[in-house]
């Protein structure tokens, strides 16, 4: 491998300079907030009606680990995590997308002495932002609707925020690669949909079969659910340091592919 291609995979070189970049994104999104906020929250909180309340009252309860819990309970645990992983990759996606190819934002940004390592990491943070941002907003919509009132949803909150980052750094990944917004579906379509219907969102996994149970186990989505998931019940998540792992091991790999990604792209 030759000195150019080993260079882009170097050891992030990363400083305070992130913040202005940061706070830019801030205050340009302060202009929009209320439009953002009903677009984040809107679509899982039809999801949380449509099937929490409808499908909840044929459904009725689930059996979990050997309890049976409410569907709706259930679903708002792992839909939160599901907004969240959502949030954070339309924002590392085509809003990060945006700044970089088709406004070029980053180009006038390292007419500074900002680097681009400094502008990636700015970027990741803003996305887990605004997941965080959605997860709040949802959760206490759903306090208020007295879908869970359990004082461990502080941790959960915390958990939410991983998720964001985690997420944030996949997508920055597909970002650096892409040549236009269409790439984005492949994404969403071939990545997010399916994690979704496997990681026990909307069904417990014990109803998958035991080599996809067993994949499935692995996703980070998976993760964050049985992280998040006993917290809205009330209880401590059972082997937490496993799943908190798994969530740091893809955030600091991903973020590492999608730094040096990008550095090939402003390289090229």
Not at 138 to 155: D, E, T
Request: with cysteine; glycine share 6%; charged share 10%.
């Amino acid at each position: 491998m030759d000195a150019a291609a080993l260079s882009i995979w170097r050891a992030p070189a990363l400083s305070m300079r992130w913040w202005p970049v940061f706070r830019r994104n801030l205050l340009v999104w302060r202009k929009l907030a209320l439009p953002s906020l009903i677009g984040n929250i809107a679509e899982p909180l039809i999801w949380l009606v449509a099937f929490g309340y409808g499908m909840g009252a044929l459904v009725g309860q689930v059996t979990l680990d050997g309890e049976r819990v409410p569907y709706l309970l259930f679903l708002a645990s792992g839909s939160i995590c599901m907004s969240a992983m959502n949030a954070a990759s339309f924002e590392a996606l085509y809003s990060a997308f945006s700044r970089m190819h088709v406004q070029k934002t980053w180009d006038g940004i390292m007419n500074a002495p900002v680097s681009l390592d400094d502008v990636v990491l700015a970027e990741m943070l803003w996305a887990a932002y605004k997941a965080v941002f959605t997860a709040t907003a949802i959760l206490l919509v759903m306090l208020a609707l007295g879908i869970s009132h359990s004082p461990k949803l502080l941790v959960a909150w915390l958990v939410l925020a991983g998720v964001g980052v985690t997420f944030s750094c996949i997508a920055l990944i597909f970002n650096a690669l892409a040549q236009g917004y269409d790439f984005f579906t492949y994404y969403f379509t071939l990545f997010l949909t399916p994690m979704m219907f496997l990681s026990g969102v909307f069904f417990p996994r014990e109803q998958l079969p035991e080599l996809v149970q067993l994949i499935a186990g692995w996703l980070p989505l998976s993760a964050a659910i049985e992280l998040v998931r006993p917290l809205f019940l009330d209880r401590w998540p059972e082997h937490a340091l496993r799943h908190v792992l798994v969530l740091a091991v893809y955030a600091v790999a991903a973020f590492w592919v999608a730094l040096a990604f990008t550095r090939k792209r402003f390289s090229a």
